[in-house]
């Protein structure tokens, strides 16, 4: 009789194996430690994080903040193809929301962690220009009492400053992680046991395309919808004829990095005993790995919604452009070749807006802006 009653609270139209992979995909996880920046998790030091992400005195023209192209309203996107500060870029703005999960920075993954990737922005010469000289400056004209609070005094070497800068970012952007969505809500009634209305049969239909037939959930899986890796989806169209390298290049920029997490910048992590070498990843990273051509990161698809243009070159304008992307797969990649696993989906039309109609069920409230910057 029990086995009975617990037999008919099981929902029937979900297999076990959907159910499992549907639970792997929620709640949002607490973040992940970042271990070479000891003031990650420090309240203070994202206080002043906050402060540095909306300050446009950082730029060398006093006029590009962090906050310009990742704009708290779109989720810490701009809305735009290509950002435009000092000079106009060649890559899409990303969403901030999941950094403190993620182990590559960038979409080649040319920084090993978000301290190290936030003094990319503040030197170049596109974004907002600035020199260590310059960003030191600028802390100890505008920032004195946040950095004495966090590190004790703004560092005298410029370098060290600018450092200092990036980790009090870092510590701002761990505390952005997206808040938890109908997709959430729907997920947690299904792991209690009730098949809930919270999703529409539209949207549970996209649902298990997105875990099974379509294959989503090969790379976009998880509670961050990401495996952190990077593939050459073969996109069909390459910007003002450049071709970008992507991780090929990312890969190799990354070992050589001054600021990467073997770097004398990075802070020792507590638990690492004396004589053990930190982040022993990086000597195992070969840029000439063939799939690393033209491979870009997967982003998350929290918040998707709300985050066009889409791709690393925001090629395309909606949801539905890249869903007839991978619907049909056109065209060949001009660099390297296109990941084995994707097939073209050859979905019906009713298919392929019921997995746009699920990826709208990613969207949580966006953040409101600070009340003073
Ligand atoms: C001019 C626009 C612009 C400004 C200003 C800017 N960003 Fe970005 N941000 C971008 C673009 C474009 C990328 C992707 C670049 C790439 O992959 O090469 C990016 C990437 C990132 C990433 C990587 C995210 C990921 O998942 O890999 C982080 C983190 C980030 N920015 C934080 C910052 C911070 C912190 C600042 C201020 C110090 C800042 N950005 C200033 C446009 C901007
Ligand atoms: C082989 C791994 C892989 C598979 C399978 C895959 N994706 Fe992606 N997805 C990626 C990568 C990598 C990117 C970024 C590519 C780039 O910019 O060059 C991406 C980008 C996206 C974007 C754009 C997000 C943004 O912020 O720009 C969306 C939306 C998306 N994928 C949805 C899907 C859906 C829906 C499916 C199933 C039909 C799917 N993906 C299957 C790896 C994958």
Redesign the pocket.
């Known amino acids: 009789m029990l086995i009975l009653l617990l037999a008919c609270a099981v929902p029937t139209g979900w297999t076990p194996a959907e159910r499992a992979t549907i639970a792997s995909l929620s709640p949002i996880p607490a973040p992940l430690p970042s271990p070479t920046n000891r003031v990650a998790d420090d309240p203070a030091a994202a206080r002043l994080g906050e402060a540095l992400f909306f300050d446009a005195g950082l730029s060398i023209d006093g006029k590009t903040a962090c906050a310009t192209c990742h704009v708290p309203g779109l989720h810490f996107t701009d809305g735009k193809r290509f950002p435009t500060a000092i000079g106009t870029g060649t890559r899409?703005t990303?969403?901030l929301e999941t950094v403190a999960w993620g182990t590559w920075f960038f979409?080649d993954g040319r920084s090993d962690s978000v301290w190290a990737q936030a003094t990319g922005p503040m030197r170049d010469a596109k974004e907002m220009g600035a020199t260590p000289e310059h960003i030191q400056a600028r802390l100890r004209e505008a920032h004195a009492t946040g950095l004495s609070e966090v590190f004790g005094g703004v560092a005298e070497d410029p370098t060290d400053a600018m450092v200092q800068a990036g980790k009090a970012l870092e510590a701002y952007q761990r505390t952005l992680a997206p808040k938890p969505a109908r997709f959430d809500r729907y997920a947690a009634d299904l792991a209690a046991g009730t098949d809930s209305d919270v999703l529409t049969a539209e949207e549970k239909a996209g649902l298990r395309l997105?875990v099974g037939e379509?294959?989503?959930v090969?790379?976009?899986h998880g509670p961050l919808f990401t495996d952190h890796s990077?593939?050459n989806?073969g996109?069909p169209s390459i910007p003002d004829g450049g071709i970008d390298p992507g991780r090929a290049r990312g890969a190799g920029q990354v070992g050589v990095d001054a600021l990467n997490c073997r770097s004398a910048h990075a802070d020792r992590p507590a638990d690492l005993a004396a004589d053990a070498e930190p982040c022993p990843e990086l000597r195992y990273l070969d840029a000439s790995f063939p799939d690393w051509a033209a491979?870009?990161?997967?982003?998350s698809?929290r918040n998707?919604a709300e985050?066009a243009p889409?791709?690393?070159?925001g090629q395309f304008g909606s949801?539905a452009a890249?869903?007839a992307f991978?619907d049909t797969l056109p065209g060949r990649p001009l660099v390297g070749h296109r990941?084995l696993?994707?097939e073209p989906?050859a979905l019906s039309g009713a298919e392929i807006e019921a997995?746009e109609a699920f990826?709208r069920t990613l969207t949580s409230e966006a953040p409101a802006a600070p009340a003073s910057p």
Do not use: G, R
């Open positions: 899409n990303p969403s979409w997105f379509a294959t989503c090969s790379c976009h990077f593939h989806l996109l491979a870009f990161k997967t982003p698809l998707v985050t889409y791709m690393h070159d949801l890249v869903l991978y990941e696993t994707l989906l997995l990826l």
